[in-house]
């Protein structure tokens, strides 16, 4: 058939259809299409859809109306009735919004140029290369569309065609596909991506789509590192409304905890690898997130690592993850997590797996990461569900070389004896040797010696410590050498004054003997503690000796009993010494660990 004559067909049908659609006649037809029914005429049907020509001329109906359903039509009845609208020559608008639902439609109907010429196909199809692809938000509001229309929409190509759009215009739109974003990883570490504007648009689209959308962006160029901000915004919208800071009963129902379980486990697969290109907060808030659904353990442990790599960066809050056990029997917070988080810090500093070293600090970050996990000791301290393997557990994995000195674990450990009053003699010295006494400092040293919650020896060797490190003090100013002459000089300056170096001095000899006097009082409570027992003892001997008396009973009476060795008189006679307990003025006995001491 000729154009011409094509075109003389197409105008009589339009005609036809105009003269239908404006006479009162009577319809032929009846569609069902889902819910929906739409009385119709067969002749602007059957000239436009190859679909129906099948449907009429299998129909058994021998009445004069037919009836047919279709029940599956993309786009349901709201398609079907602009596909009528065009079989009946009624202008309406293509958009953004509907190009998607014709297109398929007009496929699923079979609306090609077999049977009409400028059919919906290549009307649609036209719209669609030349306006909807032509700009990004376009593009993206089409793939939106298509994700209800699978999988005729992935058989007509517009998936992978919005795709392959969007991905080639976001490397033109964004920074990091450009020549000069070909940064190295020390830049990346100083340097934060920046959101780019249509970032918030793709937010809009399906996991999957997303995923799709990122894979083809990177296969164009695309920076992973610069997938940052855009995977921060996807997981903050589609994982909104989680209760991942706070403990009860889970409130999601199984449906929406599987589709949120797929999104998390995606967005964990895209994250960058390069170091510090996502925040400790928003890892954090993945992993809370990944507990809390219940993710692959594989899932976890990839947040776990990234967060351990990072840990320098993190604050208290960071580390607060909360249990997510749902019943009073557990601790309150997560301490098996951060443990682990803890572990993989230190496993990357010792081998020093590590994406770049140029411009760290590694020996900052290791006492920042010391000073965060005292903080998170003295945190989780009051929990009383905290047992005492955790705590010691994660407090000795702590590096000595991260800490300067020792309140911080001071603080923790009595915080942790204050919320733990029953536990044995045995176990409050366990958690006492977290800290060296060694490394206390004079104002945490003056609240432990008057700490009762302290085990007796602990808080002597508070005060021994203080002793020598007073002690060293006055010898090293004592024997610290005569100032060099002063050399000539154009101006003749006045001599030093010794008054203030007097008045130090004496300051240091007045501590020196307030903590011999503080000795003193230590000793005579344990003599006289020591006298008590003695008397307590001896009243027993003769109240025993007086009901069952016998002549070798009374003969050893006349003798003195000899002093019975215990602890406490050991401990009573060693105070007497300089060196009360035998421990070396210098070293250390166990991992150092930094923080403020408690006030209780």
Request: charged share 25%; glycine share 4%.
């Amino acid at each position: 058939m000729s154009a011409k004559k094509k075109d003389l067909l197409s105008s009589a049908m339009k005609r036809t259809s105009e003269w239908i659609s404006s006479q009162e006649v009577s319809s032929d037809v009846t569609v069902h299409v889902g819910e929906a029914s739409f009385s119709l005429h067969k002749f602007p049907l059957l000239s436009k859809c190859g679909l129906f020509k099948k449907l009429v001329s299998e129909s058994t109906n021998d009445s004069d109306a037919t009836v047919i359903k279709i029940p599956d039509i993309p786009g349901s009845s709201e398609a079907f009735e602009l596909t009528t609208k065009f079989c009946y020559g009624i202008n309406f608008d293509m958009s953004t919004e509907n190009i998607a639902m014709l297109r398929c439609a007009s496929e699923y109907l079979e609306m090609t140029e077999e049977h009409s010429v400028e059919n919906l196909v290549s009307r649609s199809e036209a719209y669609f290369n030349e306006v909807a692809l032509k700009s990004l938000s376009s593009a993206i509001t089409v793939l939106h569309k298509s994700e209800e229309l699978l999988p005729i929409a992935e058989r007509v190509k517009l998936v992978s065609r919005c795709i392959d759009a969007i991905a080639y215009m976001t490397c033109q739109e964004s920074q990091f596909c450009s020549p000069t974003s070909n940064n190295s990883n020390s830049e990346v570490v100083s340097k934060q991506p920046v959101v780019d504007w249509w970032a918030e648009d793709l937010t809009v689209l399906r996991i999957d789509s997303f995923q799709r959308v990122l894979i083809a962006m990177m296969a164009r160029g695309f920076k992973q590192y610069g997938l940052g901000p855009v995977l921060m915004l996807y997981a903050q919208k589609s994982l909104r409304g989680l209760e991942i800071f706070g403990k009860g009963t889970k409130k999601i129902e199984p449906k929406q905890e599987h589709e949120k379980r797929v999104i998390l486990e995606t967005i964990v697969s895209l994250l960058p690898r390069e170091r510090n290109a996502m925040s400790v907060s928003f890892l954090s808030m993945l992993l809370r997130a990944a507990i809390y659904l219940e993710t692959t353990v594989a899932c976890r442990l990839d947040l776990e690592k990234r967060m351990g790599l990072q840990l320098p960066q993190a604050v208290l809050d960071d580390l607060l993850i909360p249990s997510y056990s749902f019943t009073g029997e557990h601790s309150l917070f997560d301490t098996d997590t951060v443990q682990r988080i803890l572990m993989n810090y230190l496993e990357f500093e010792v081998e020093g797996v590590r994406l770049s070293n140029n411009g760290v600090d590694l020996a900052g970050d290791m006492e920042r990461v010391g000073k965060l996990m005292e903080t998170y000791l003295a945190e989780i301290a009051s929990d009383r569900n905290v047992s005492l393997q955790k705590f010691t557990g994660l407090a000795e994995l702590i590096p000595e070389q991260s800490r300067v000195t020792e309140d911080g674990m001071y603080r923790a450990v009595d915080i942790y004896l204050k919320a733990h009053p029953n536990m044995s003699d045995v176990e409050r010295k366990k958690v006492c040797s977290l800290m060296d006494c060694q490394k206390l400092s004079r104002e945490a040293c003056a609240h432990a010696a008057q700490n009762d919650r302290l085990p007796v020896q602990t808080i002597v060797q508070v005060l021994y410590y203080e002793q020598q490190r007073l002690r060293g003090e006055v010898t090293n100013d004592s024997d610290s050498p005569a100032p060099p002459p002063p050399q000539p000089a154009a101006t003749v300056l006045p001599p030093p004054k010794l008054s203030s170096y007097n008045d130090e001095l004496s300051k240091v000899k007045r501590e020196n003997q307030d903590l011999k006097l503080e000795l003193l009082k230590m000793k005579m409570k344990l003599k006289e503690f020591e006298k008590e027992n003695n008397e307590k003892k001896s009243s027993t001997t003769t109240t025993m000796s007086s009901n069952h008396s016998s002549p070798r009973s009374t003969a050893s009476m006349d003798k003195p009993p000899l002093p019975r060795k215990s602890f406490i008189n050991s401990v009573s006679k060693k105070l007497g010494k300089l060196n009360p307990f035998g421990i070396p003025p210098r070293g250390r006995t166990k991992p150092p660990k930094d923080r403020r001491h408690s006030i209780s």
